[in-house]
């Protein structure tokens, strides 16, 4: 199986920055070459793309709002995931939320899903 635990979130202002990280386990993570991915959801609302990386960690992709902003990257040594966020905005606050799947592309692709992690920005 796989389990991912993020952790990072938190309460900043308007123009702050914040580091989220997802640390990844289990044999199934280990066996493949998994793409992974933050997605986000808002009080209310359905939960949407923000970003996703390659196993190689050499292609990326982005929901239009957080390009320039926020950056995805990840250490395979350390089975980890991270999501740069700057120049948070409070249209950012939601619960973030690590996934993993086999095959990089289509958001509908992620099979494994961590338990979330809150950041809300004030203005």
């Known amino acids: 199986q796989v389990q991912l635990v993020e952790s990072g979130g938190g309460l900043v202002q308007a123009g702050d920055s914040l580091r989220l990280s997802c640390a990844a386990s289990?044999?199934?993570?280990?066996?493949?070459?998994?793409?992974m991915a933050w997605f986000r959801q808002a009080p209310g609302k359905e939960r949407n793309f923000v970003a996703a990386?390659?196993?190689?960690?050499?292609?990326?992709s982005y929901t239009d709002s957080v390009k320039g902003r926020f950056t995805i990257s990840r250490d395979n040594a350390k089975n980890t995931l991270y999501l740069q966020m700057n120049s948070l905005k409070p249209e950012d606050t939601a619960e973030y939320y690590c996934a993993a799947g086999y095959v990089f592309g289509s958001p509908a692709n992620y099979n494994f899903w961590g338990q979330g992690t809150q950041v809300t920005v004030s203005s």
């Open positions: 289990g044999r199934t993570f280990s066996n493949n070459a998994m793409a």
């Open positions: 990386i390659n196993w190689r960690g050499d292609t990326t």
